[in-house]
């Protein structure tokens, strides 16, 4: 019943909510702000601005837009300094596999990330050749956990939003393939993931034939 599989990145097919989060935080201290580690868990998913935004609101700083963009795109320089750095190695466990089995089975496989720097990280990684489509964040409406961006992934790989399977590890991106009538695999915990039809601890524990029947 699926003709395709759309992936999250930061989280599902690589680690980078780490690296996302040390750009974050070195930016915070540049503006006095302390960032603790759980914020870590609150940027996850979140768009860039949103995200600027989250951490501004808690150091209680305020910012005008132009200076708010400013500091995003240093953000930004941060983030692409530290992924220039990533390898293969870098993939989460069993990622490639993945990607693999779902092509082997015949299914198209698309990217749904949050991220505008998903192409030069995929490159990074190697996965590149992998994938079918790359929904691009800046081509959509609205931001997760609004429906778009994994609505623009399925019609990229020209597949009805019934026939998708969505990947994701953030709330916000669950919610969204819902709301885009696509049935969603969680990575991670059950008890957070509330509203995914399936969760598997991690993206290694994925495997396509279990949702094929
Ligand atoms: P960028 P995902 C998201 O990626 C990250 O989880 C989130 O922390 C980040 O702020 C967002 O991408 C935007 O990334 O600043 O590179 O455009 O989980 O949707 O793959
Ligand atoms: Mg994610």
Not at 144 to 151: H, T, V
Not at 181 to 206: E, K, N, Q
Request: aromatic share 4%.
């Amino acid at each position: 019943r699926f003709d395709a599989v759309l992936f999250d990145l930061d989280g599902v097919l690589a680690d980078t909510a780490h690296i996302h989060f040390a750009a974050w935080r070195r930016l915070a201290e540049e503006l006095g702000i302390p960032l603790e580690p759980r914020f870590e868990d609150r940027l996850k998913g979140v768009d860039r601005m949103t995200s600027l935004d989250l951490i501004l609101a808690h150091g209680n700083v305020e910012r005008t837009v132009e200076e708010r963009r400013v500091l995003a795109d240093r953000k930004n320089g941060y983030y692409q300094a530290a992924i220039a750095e990533q390898s293969p190695d870098d993939l989460l466990p069993g990622a490639r596999r993945v990607l693999e089995e779902v092509r082997a089975a015949g299914l198209k496989t698309a990217l749904a990330s949050a991220s505008h720097n998903a192409p030069p990280l995929l490159d990074q990684l190697g996965i590149r050749p992998l994938i079918d489509a790359i929904a691009n964040p800046a081509a959509v409406k609205a931001p997760k956990p609004a429906p778009d961006l994994f609505l623009e992934a399925a019609r990229l790989v020209g597949v009805a939003p019934g026939r998708c399977l969505g990947v994701e590890d953030a709330v916000a991106g669950i919610t969204s393939i819902k709301e885009a009538g696509m049935v969603a695999v969680g990575i991670g915990d059950p008890t957070i993931l509330t509203r995914a039809d399936h969760v598997v601890p991690a993206i290694a524990d994925f495997h396509i034939g279990d949702y094929l029947g």
